[in-house]
Antibody, heavy 124, light 106 residues
């Protein structure tokens, strides 16, 4: 079964750093782009960007570029989303999601497989 | 930029629901998708390529397009269909989601 399993909820203080994870299983990790989606409390979905696990090529939304960093570890089939200095406005659920089709076909694709989400709370 | 209407749609079970998503500019090659999200759950892909159903999606869900206007139709609402629906374009970076339409029980 293809699945993405995300790390557990986090509670952090403003200014702290954080790295959350998304572990893939059931398929070849380097075949498909993986993306991140933010959902602030009671709000809609925001596309943050995507990363290609094969070579770590990344495409960030301008809204998130410079604010977060995507990375992968091919040895553990895990994608990461990290912050160097959290703000209260980073409080949200963060979903990782996998593109539907192979990266060799296109990087323009939909999210067919989703993780369960990681709740990040930033509060002093 | 994607706009969705209405923001909230009140429908009775068994009735038809029609949701709209309008793009501010041409969506490359019909690269428009629809997702369903229920409370406390991750989104689920329903439709991609404007009109292709994702794996396992019932045929009561259908998508169509007319220029920059896209429509998701749920032919006969089942109790499990009451949720928030988002459209997403993926033809030009950055890909983005619409603000969502809530389908609620009338």
């Amino acid at each position: 079964e293809v699945q993405l399993v995300q790390s557990g909820a986090e509670v952090k203080k403003p200014g702290e750093s954080l790295k959350i994870s998304c572990k893939a299983s059931g398929y070849t990790f380097t075949n498909n782009w993986i993306g991140w989606v933010r959902q602030m409390p009671g709000k809609g979905l925001e596309w943050m960007g995507i990363i290609y696990p094969g070579d770590s090529d990344t495409r960030y939304s301008p809204s998130f570029e410079g604010q977060v960093t995507f990375s992968v570890d091919k040895s553990t089939n895990t994608a990461y989303l990290q912050w160097s200095s959290l703000k209260a406005s980073d409080t949200a659920i963060y979903y990782c999601a996998r593109h539907r089709i192979s990266a060799t076909v296109t990087s323009h694709d939909v999210f067919a497989i989703w993780g369960q989400g990681t709740m990040v709370t930033v509060s002093s | 930029v994607l706009t969705q209407s209405p923001a909230t749609l009140s429908v009775s079970p068994g009735e038809r629901a029609t949701l709209s998503c309008r793009a501010s500019q041409s969506v490359t090659s019909s690269y428009l998708a629809w997702y369903q999200q229920k409370p406390g759950q991750a989104p689920r892909l329903l439709i991609y390529g404007a009109s292709s159903r994702a794996t396992g999606i019932p045929d009561r869900f259908s998508g169509s397009e007319s220029g920059t206007d896209f429509t998701l139709t749920i032919s006969r609402l089942e109790p499990e269909d009451f949720a928030v629906y988002y459209c997403q374009h993926y033809g030009r970076l950055p890909f983005s989601f619409g603000p969502g339409t809530t389908v609620e029980i009338k």
